[in-house]
């Protein structure tokens, strides 16, 4: 196997955020609490457990103070919050979010439709989040959306997704999370987008969030941990998409993840079975097919 891939590797589970966001089915608190544990349980240690953005433009993520509250909170575990600004970095850290992550973009057009500035205001406006989290001890991760194409403005050249990175990255993000939010990547473009960024940014600093519209996104994390990437992110069942990228798919499934680890040897902490037992739990809430082929595969 290639010597640059990791021995073991981070999942950032993010299916209560980036997938429950885009249902437009309600979902209640419950189920929302119960899936984290769930997820938790199986032994994920980084989920994503909502948002903390303006309700109006995101309803299914309203309540998550009560879903911060509620969740039985497992020692190792960090909860992380979705903050686009110091109102939303107040809502979190009130209800003792252990992370909070602040999201940007490689794109105007979706810059200004996701949180209605330009990448340079949003920069601005993460500034006093940054200091607020600096003075509470709570981390920051950084996510970059748009990271191969934009639904508005097309393709993203690599280079402004480096500048943007490094932006993030001297403010004082840990990490900076890459996400391809449309889906349209393959390797040969996501590994053109990682040399670019990997140039500035060490790999250490660096995850990869992928969309699967295109049934690229495994094939994706191949080529992101032939570059040394070790921490990815994922969804249960495959939920999700972005409420601003019109026709985007879920995040790679997190079984579907799980498997091929298990298949290159790479370590993670996960168990595969709790994951599925959490995939049908959320599947029958939501009344669908589940989006995970192994969690297919395994329940015929
Ligand atoms: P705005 O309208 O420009 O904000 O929205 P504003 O500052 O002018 O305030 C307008 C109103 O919103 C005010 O209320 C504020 O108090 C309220 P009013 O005075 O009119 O009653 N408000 C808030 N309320 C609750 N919590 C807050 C908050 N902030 C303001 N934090 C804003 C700007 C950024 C708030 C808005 O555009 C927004 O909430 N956007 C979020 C969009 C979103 O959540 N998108 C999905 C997540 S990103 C994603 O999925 C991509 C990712 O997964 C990576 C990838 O795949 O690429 C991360
Ligand atoms: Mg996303």
């Known amino acids: ?22 249902e437009k089915q309600p979902i209640d608190i419950a189920t929302r609490v119960q899936l984290i ?16 953005v303006n309700p109006a433009w995101v309803p299914q993520m309203a309540g998550s103070e009560d879903v911060f509250s509620r969740i039985n909170r497992l020692p190792g575990v960090r909860y992380v919050a979705l903050v686009p600004n110091s109102k939303g970095f107040e809502r979190a850290a009130s209800v003792n979010a252990n992370e909070v992550a602040i999201f940007a973009a490689a794109s105007e057009g979706f810059s200004q439709k996701n949180i209605n500035c330009s990448i340079e205001e949003s920069l601005a406006r993460f500034k006093p989040v940054m200091s607020a989290a600096k003075t509470a001890g709570i981390p920051v991760r950084g996510y970059i959306s748009c990271v191969i194409s934009c639904p508005y403005d097309g393709e993203v050249s690599p280079q402004k997704v480096a500048e943007v990175s490094e932006r993030l990255l001297a403010m004082g993000c840990y990490e900076i999370s890459l996400g391809d939010t449309v889906g349209t990547g393959t390797p040969a473009s996501v590994t053109r987008m990682l040399d670019a960024v990997l140039k ?101």
């Open 1 to 22: 196997m290639d010597t640059n891939i990791p021995s073991s590797v981070r999942i950032v589970e993010v299916g209560p955020r980036d997938g429950l966001q885009n």
């Open 37 to 52: 544990n769930m997820l938790s349980a199986a032994g994920l240690n980084t989920i994503e457990a909502g948002s903390f």
């Open 200 to 300: 500035i940014v060490p790999a250490d600093k660096l995850a990869v969030h992928f969309h699967d519209t295109y049934g690229q996104a495994l094939a994706n994390i191949y080529a992101s941990l032939q570059r040394g990437i070790a921490v990815i992110d994922s969804s249960i069942a495959g939920l999700g998409g972005c409420p601003y990228a019109k026709g985007a798919a879920g995040n790679v499934a997190t079984e579907d993840l799980v498997y091929m680890l298990n298949g290159l040897g790479i370590q993670h902490g996960v168990d595969l079975n709790k994951l599925i037992a959490a995939d049908q739990f959320i599947s029958e809430k939501l009344n669908r097919q589940s989006g995970s082929k192994v969690a297919l595969a395994a329940s015929r």
